[in-house]
Nanobody, 115 residues
Framework: QVQLVESGGGLGQPGGSLRVSCEAS????????MRWYRQAPGKPRELVAS???????VYADSVKGRFTISRDNAKNTVYLQMNSLKFEDTAVYYC?????????WGQGTQVTVSS
């Protein structure tokens, strides 16, 4: 059974940091590209960051220089380190695993940036 389980969301302060994690099971994690998406209330889901199976990364302009995506294939886990948080980072963050044939989603974790 394929599972993507996000954790680590919660409340952060402007200028602060949070890290969200996504633990995968039920498929060959190391061969999948991994992505973090987010969706704020009333807005469409947007791609935040991606990391390929070989470790190449891409970021949305809105988070470039502030967020870092990484993966640990030994732990079947992908991370999103979020620094210099802004109010507009408030959203539900979703983990995604994909290759040419499959596309899997996690259930999401809430990140709220508030003072």
């Amino acid at each position: 059974q394929v599972q993507l389980v996000e954790s680590g969301g919660g409340l952060g302060q402007p200028g602060g940091s949070l890290r969200v994690s996504c633990e995968a099971s039920g498929f060959t994690f190391s061969s999948y590209n991994m992505r973090w998406y987010r969706q704020a209330p009333g807005k469409p889901r947007e791609l935040v960051a991606s990391i390929t199976s070989s470790g190449s990364t891409v970021y949305a302009d809105s988070v470039k220089g502030r967020f870092t995506i990484s993966r640990d294939n030994a732990k079947n886990t992908v991370y999103l380190q979020m620094n210099s948080l802004k109010f507009e980072d408030t959203a539900v963050y979703y983990c995604n695993a994909n290759n040419l044939e499959r596309n899997y989603w996690g259930q999401g974790t809430q990140v709220t940036v508030s003072s």
